[in-house]
Structures are given as structure tokens and as C-alpha cells.
């Protein structure tokens, strides 16, 4: 079973749309969730960091975790079109490497 | 707004020859990452460094890679014989202190061995 699995996508909506973007883990040793953007060839641009269970709001977007299910979400209302990037998921378990997914790529069009 | 810079941003070498990928991290960050993405695969780490040495490594990170903080500013990342399936992306990444996880990325060094 792999550490970190998100749906590579590629996930297309309409613009002003809500998004759902999610990952499973395995390794219950893992403490501190993390959301990044990444356009194409580009560097990985942090968006939410959360630790603990429940809700964290920031503008637009909203990352949720789960850890009784090991599961992390991250809600992007009013989808726009500079929204169109790869959303990597990245957790690690307090020493700081960062485990990621795949990453889900995401369009938002017009 | 402080931020990670790397350069150069695109490095070709012929295989066999080595590479040094620079870095310099946000300036009150105390640790340090290497992380490399090949094309259409995910982000994989490489190596951590705290007070001057490496905290931990991957499997990729064999012999063949090295790290060093040379000054107070720069994070390098040296490939002594670089190899075809070294060819990457390779991301920097700090973080400002113990427990505090959130990493900030340089835009990247684009790897290509011919």
C-alpha cells in the first residue's frame, strides 16, 4: 500500500465550480497535512497547512482532515480559471520530510 | 515576501560529468531539503540537513549525491557522475524551525543529462 494516494486526475469543471480534492494515508504516525499548487514546471507553492482533525478556512479554499479515516481534503470554492494547476498533497510525521502524492491535476474552464 | 531561490533554473551536462544545484534557503530557516520530481512523477525527497549535516536521507540518495551549506546563505546539492535517470526537476525547500512543517519550495532546477 502506498504512503500517500490522490487521484491523478486530470479533473476538469466549470468555471465557479467547487472542487473536491482528495488523499488517503496509511501511516498513522502522520501528524501535519500540507496543500500545495503546482503549475507546470514550476516549484510546489504551499496553499493550507493543518494538523489536527476538522475544518481550516483560508479565502477560497478550505483543507479538511480526517484522521480516524486517514483522509484529507481540500475544498476550492468559485473555481477560476488561474485555479488550473496540480494540487499536491504532502504529509509528514513531524520531522519534516514531506511525503507526497501523485498530485491531481485540475482544470477550470470557462 | 521572503522566498527560496535556486539556480541555475535549467542545467544540461553530458552523463559522467558532475553538477552543483545551488539554493539559497528563506534566511531565518533553519532546515533544509533536496527533493527531486522526474517528469510526469511525484514529488520524492532526497535529503535533509540541521546544524551543518544531513538528518535524513533516501535510498535515491546514494554516493553519487552530496550536500553542503558552504556559507551562512547557500544549500548546494552535488552530483559527482551525473547519470540519464538523474535527469529532474530538483526542488529546494526550507523550514523555519522544529515542528513548524510548513515548507517553502524554490521554483526548481530543471536537470538534463545527455
Known amino acids: 500500500q502506498k504512503e500517500v494516494e490522490q487521484d491523478p486526475g486530470p479533473l476538469s469543471v466549470p468555471e465557479g465550480a467547487i472542487v473536491s480534492l482528495n488523499c488517503t494515508y496509511s501511516n498513522s504516525a502522520f501528524q501535519y497535512f500540507m496543500w500545495y499548487r503546482q503549475y507546470s514546471r514550476k516549484g510546489p507553492e504551499l496553499l493550507m497547512y493543518?494538523?489536527?482533525?476538522g475544518n481550516k478556512e483560508d479565502g477560497r479554499f478550505t483543507a479538511q482532515v480526517d484522521k480516524s479515516s486517514k483522509y484529507i481534503s481540500l475544498f476550492i470554492r468559485d473555481s477560476q480559471p488561474s485555479d488550473s494547476a496540480t494540487y499536491l498533497c504532502g504529509i509528514t510525521g513531524g520531522g519534516n520530510k514531506l511525503t507526497f502524492g501523485t498530485g491531481t491535476q485540475l482544470k477550470v474552464e470557462l | 515576501e521572503p522566498e527560496v531561490t535556486q539556480t541555475p533554473s535549467h542545467q544540461v551536462t553530458q552523463m559522467g560529468q558532475e553538477v552543483i544545484l545551488r539554493c539559497v534557503p528563506i534566511s531565518n530557516h533553519l532546515y533544509f531539503y533536496w527533493y527531486r520530481q522526474i517528469l510526469g512523477q511525484k514529488v520524492e525527497f532526497l535529503v535533509s540537513?540541521?546544524?551543518?549535516?544531513?538528518?535524513?536521507k533516501s535510498e535515491i540518495f546514494d554516493d553519487q549525491f552530496s550536500v553542503e551549506r558552504p556559507d551562512g546563505s547557500n544549500f548546494t546539492l552535488k552530483i559527482r557522475s551525473t547519470k540519464l535517470e538523474d535527469s529532474a526537476m530538483y526542488f529546494c525547500a526550507s523550514v523555519r524551525a522544529v515542528g513548524n512543517t510548513e515548507a517553502f519550495f524554490g521554483q526548481g532546477t530543471r536537470l538534463t543529462v545527455v
Open positions: 540537513f540541521y546544524n551543518n549535516e544531513i538528518s535524513e
Open positions: 493543518t494538523y489536527s482533525s
